[in-house]
């Protein structure tokens, strides 16, 4: 049974800073493209970084240069450290783990809330 796992979530000020981790299971971790995205209310789910399996990274323009994705392939974990925030970063962030081939895997966790207010 395939599991992900988030956590780190939660109440942070604008200009501060989290770290939200995917525990996953089930899955040869280290084969999957691991990725972090996030849905804010009323708008769709949307892209927020990626990390192939050796460690290329994708990001959304809005999160360039405040927000870091890493993996750790021994733990079978993925990492969001997210600097900077903004108020538009609330939202509920998602982790996703797909295998590389179209129709061979695509996970998501249960996600967890992301809220930047003063």
């Known amino acids: 049974q395939v599991q992900l796992v988030e956590s780190g979530g939660g109440l942070v000020q604008p200009g501060g800073s989290l770290r939200l981790s995917c525990a996953t299971s089930g899955i040869i971790f280290s084969n999957y493209v691991m990725g972090w995205y996030r849905q804010a209310p009323r708008k769709e789910r949307a892209l927020g970084a990626t990390?192939?399996?050796?460690?290329?990274?994708n990001y959304a323009a809005s999160v360039k240069g405040r927000f870091t994705i890493s993996r750790d392939n021994a733990k079978n974990t993925v990492y969001l450290q997210m600097n900077s925030l903004k108020p538009e970063d609330t939202a509920v962030y998602y982790c996703?783990?797909?295998?590389?081939?179209?129709?061979?895997?695509?996970?998501w966790g249960q996600g967890t809330q992301v809220t930047v207010s003063s």
């Open positions: 996703n783990a797909r295998f590389p081939v179209v129709g061979y895997g695509n996970y």
């Open positions: 990390v192939t399996n050796v460690g290329s990274t």
